[in-house]
């Protein structure tokens, strides 16, 4: 199978180590993987901004940019959903629609596709999981705390494979990091204050590795980290997964 | 007491000043939905209940017209005087009229946040008539001069210190009290003598039944019943969107509301009003006020399944950060971010964008309100509309031509981390980027994916 | 007219119909109702006991409430006591009532205005004693609108413990407005 990798626009440009590690880790699994270089930006900031109206050349961009793959696998929750919801074209609607049915975000891609079984890293440390509020409730990646439903988390399934990892139980485990995009700068005392509360329950449970599906929630709470001069250490789950590989 | 208009973002910041407080309004608020998760948890059939629920009141709302009519032939033939309300003014006009006509001066009234999206108290004060909020929270903040800040729990954002300064000024209790238990008596005492020489009892309405022409009212305190049985008339106050088919239907919102409101099974009292007593008259209000407005609007009708329990509100990181005020409605928190803007655009196009859309709302909601979806689609009409600042709308266009074109965007990476290399003092600039108030910007790399994996493929 | 202008909105503004679902009872096999109900009316901040007879009410309601003065018994009350009683409600210290059937999963209790006796009685009075016979327990909520549903009484309410109320910074306070203890007696 042929796998496309769809690397978000600001992991691309601030964060190339993840997009390396998620490469890295899917040429491990004996993946054919290609990275179109058309690729640009899923059009997210713009269309939670409110203006869907203006992701049209965002859109027939990332179609030419990834038809023809079996697979479109992402290191992002948030992307991969945004496309999922709101990939359309006036002028080839099936291939949007072929596109958004192979579109996948990385754990997910590996616990139901590749199904993996088992992975060689290993990571001694502790490590508590955010889990991104878009890949979580808008991919169902886990489950969540407000549903009654048997529990279940794609990324945690992953973790759990590295050896001597530990992961910490947190206070509110799908409490929001408060990224939500330009949220992050037009509500910053919110977004902030929300970040913070993420970072004193790492703080309360000892984590020395804060991990997640999410480069935008991570960068947001590894700012707040940086800023305070704490000692954590932010890694992409994709980092974690190929850890002394 | 009007809504002030401060924006959310501001109102929001100021709230946060005081990082103690917010984090008593927090971890208050969260406790009520770990209530909440713990009860709901003990029924297998929750999320059963929840499909069942939202589709009743879908199957409600595609019939509205005819349940509306049956309802209210129905309690008619009960001997209740129906009234209909277009708007507010309408509603407040009709309710004051009641009063007039019967020359009434003293009024009870029980939690109906109708009334507080109506202004009522205010509309009946400047007629001279004394309104008494009888349920303890709304009392408080009716003597404090404000508005309520949690469509269930009114004074959540009130410390027991401040209320025993507002019942120390306003019911004579000791100054500094501030045990709970004895401010409580003393409003209980209070109250009870308004209840007994109140003229008419308002009510809201949890739940109107079309084939009956009953209302339900559902309250722990017992407010609604003492001020409907003692006072010689009962309004009801509705609005058009609380309608459900039949009596057995019920089972499903009693079951749900108060568990998922307040972590309880159901509250102490759930009162079935049907016809007045002998001697007494019964009036229900029945009001509109923009709701068939919602109800045409196709990506955003499904918020008038809303029951009112606030358990959103209690999930919400972000209300819980920013107190009820900050959204300036009557209803704050999410359901409230997608009911305001049908009322007007241009006053709260904040508050579908005070959301990082993270999906927990619509995830305890009791009748699946897909509210996130919701504040998104809010998010699109409100700047189609033109409520966006200018600026706003030309950053946007130009961050559409870059993103849309891989040289364009290629270019602009590259001179953005360069710019953060070469100038990251006016990048930290606080002022010129608020990301820098208390964050620290990503180091810079020198290489991009793109240019790295470029690399690696031409070394080949 | 107002009216016709809603209605007219609504009909215009309605979507597609949407099918009504069918009902489901969500019926528990073998649950112990009396143990259940009565966890239920304790966390509510309420209490139930079992009487094996309706004849010892009378003795407990004495050891319960000794220095109850009025006291309005709708069980086994005097009738004329009672009706004076019922010329000043409001210095009612104590009134014991039927109800017709009791809610296990929430410690519910369902009365008519015809069980109350009059509407404001359940409220108004400082303490309330409620009595059920124990074959009218039934499950949960469904299960009780199938039993009352269809009564159509001119007023009822669903009782599920004392007044209460935690609108001073979340702290519990039973005996809100209405009365300050409920005290159920189930009869075998």
Not at chain 2, 277 to 294: L, P
Not at chain 2, 353 to 368: E, I
Request: hydrophobic share 40%; charged share 20%.
């Amino acid at each position: 199978m042929r796998v496309a990798l769809f690397i978000p626009c600001y992991v691309d440009q601030f964060y190339p180590k993840v997009a390396i590690a998620t490469l890295r880790l899917l040429q491990h699994l004996d993946l054919d993987v290609h990275y179109p270089m058309q690729q640009t930006c899923c059009g997210q900031p713009m269309a939670n901004g409110g203006f869907e109206h203006l992701t049209g050349s965002c859109n027939s961009n990332f179609i030419k940019a990834f038809a023809g793959y079996d697979y479109i696998v992402s290191p992002s929750g948030s992307c991969v959903l945004h496309v999922k919801d709101h990939l359309h074209d006036d002028k080839q609607e099936a291939a949007a629609t072929t596109i958004r049915h192979k579109v996948y975000e990385l754990c997910e891609f590996l616990t139901d596709i590749v199904q993996v079984k088992s992975i060689k890293a290993s990571f001694p440390k502790k490590v508590a999981l955010h889990q991104g509020c878009h890949g979580q409730r808008g991919l169902k990646l886990a489950s969540s705390t407000e549903t009654v439903v048997p529990f279940f988390s794609k990324p945690l399934q992953l973790l759990k494979m590295v050896e001597g990892l530990e992961l910490v139980d947190l206070d509110r485990p799908d409490e929001c990091c408060g990224f939500g995009g330009t949220f992050c700068v037009t509500e910053e005392a919110v977004s902030s204050a929300m970040g913070l509360s993420r970072i004193d329950d790492y703080t309360k449970h000892q984590a020395t590795v804060i991990t997640g599906t999410d480069m935008s929630c991570l960068m947001h709470q590894e700012g707040l980290i940086r800023r305070k001069k704490l000692p954590f250490e932010v890694m992409h789950i994709s980092e974690v997964l190929i850890a002394g590989l | 007491m009007s809504t002030h208009n401060i924006p959310h973002p501001e109102a929001a910041t100021a709230f946060l000043k005081d990082k103690e407080r917010v984090q008593w309004h927090d971890e208050t608020l969260w406790f009520v939905r770990y209530k909440r998760d713990k009860i709901v948890n003990e029924i297998p059939e929750w999320e059963q209940l929840r499909e069942l629920a939202s589709q009743i009141k879908d199957h409600t709302l595609s019939r509205l017209d005819e349940y509306l009519q049956e309802f209210e032939a129905a309690a008619i033939s009960n001997g209740v005087t129906v009234h209909w309300a277009a708007d507010a003014a309408e509603h407040n006009r009709i309710v004051h009229g009641i009063m007039a006509k019967h020359g009434a001066q003293k009024i009870v009234k029980s939690k109906s946040m109708l009334t507080e999206e109506c202004h009522l108290n205010e509309y009946l004060e400047a007629q001279g008539i004394e309104v008494v909020d009888t349920d303890l929270g709304e009392r408080i903040v009716q003597l404090n001069k404000e508005m309520p800040s949690h469509i269930v729990l009114p004074a959540i954002h009130i410390k027991k210190e401040e209320v025993g300064e507002i019942f120390h000024q306003h019911l004579g209790t000791e100054k500094g009290a501030s045990d709970p238990l004895y401010l409580a008596l003393a409003a209980r005492e209070h109250l009870r003598q308004k209840f007994l020489a109140a003229d008419i009892a308002i009510t809201g309405v949890n739940f109107a039944i079309a084939e009956t022409g009953a209302i339900v009212v559902c309250t722990n305190e017992g407010n609604a019943d003492l001020g409907a049985h003692l006072a010689k008339v009962h309004i009801a106050c509705m609005g058009i969107e609380k309608l459900i088919p039949r009596t057995e239907h019920l089972s499903v919102f009693l079951r749900m509301l108060a568990r998922n409101a307040t972590g309880q099974n159901i509250t102490a009292y759930s009162s079935h009003f049907r016809k007045p007593a002998a001697g007494s008259e019964m009036h229900i209000v029945i009001v509109d006020n923009g709701r068939t407005t919602q109800l045409g609007r196709e990506a955003f009708r499904n918020s008038l399944k809303c029951i009112r329990c606030g358990a959103c509100l209690n999930t919400c990181p972000v209300y819980r950060r920013s107190g009820g005020h900050s959204y300036h409605n009557a209803t704050a928190g999410p359901i409230g971010a997608i009911l305001a803007p049908n009322l007007d655009m241009r006053k709260n196009a904040d508050l579908p964008f005070a959301s990082t859309l993270c999906g927990s709302c619509t995830d305890v909601c009791p009748v699946k309100i897909d509210i996130h979806n919701q504040l998104y689609q809010w998010r699109q009409v409100l700047t189609q509309e033109g409520y966006v600042p200018a600026a706003k709308t030309a950053s946007m266009k130009v961050m559409a031509s870059v993103l849309s074109s891989p040289a364009r965007y290629t270019f602009a990476g590259k001179w953005a981390r360069k710019f953060l290399r070469w100038f990251p003092s006016l990048a930290l600039n606080k002022k010129l980027n608020p990301w820098a108030r208390q964050r620290d910007l990503p180091e810079p790399p020198k290489e991009s994916f793109r240019e790295w994996y470029r690399k690696q493929a031409s070394g080949k | 007219m107002s009216r016709d202008k809603i209605l007219t909105a609504a009909k215009q503004n309605k979507p597609a119909l949407v099918a009504l679902p069918e009902m489901a009872t969500f019926a528990v096999a073998g649950t112990d109702l009396v143990a259940a109900f009565t966890a239920s009316i304790t966390k509510a901040g309420g209490a139930a006991t079992v009487l094996g007879n309706l004849l010892e009410l009378p003795a407990k309601i004495k050891e319960g409430w000794p220095d109850a003065k009025r006291v309005a018994n709708f069980i086994h009350g005097d009738s004329s006591t009672n009706e004076s009683l019922l010329k000043e409600v409001a210095l009612l210290d104590l009134v014991v009532l039927k109800g017709q059937l009791g809610v296990a999963e929430n410690g519910a209790i369902w009365l008519t205005n015809k069980d109350c006796v009059e509407r404001v009685l359940p409220f108004i009075t400082q303490h309330l004693v409620l009595v059920i016979d124990k074959q009218t327990l039934v499950g949960n909520m469904h299960q009780a609108y199938e039993v009352m549903g269809k009564q159509n009484p001119d007023y009822g309410v669903f009782i599920a413990g004392p007044s209460k109320t935690a609108d001073i910074e979340q702290s519990l306070v039973i005996g809100a407005h209405g009365p300050r203890s409920l005290q159920v007696f189930i009869i075998e």
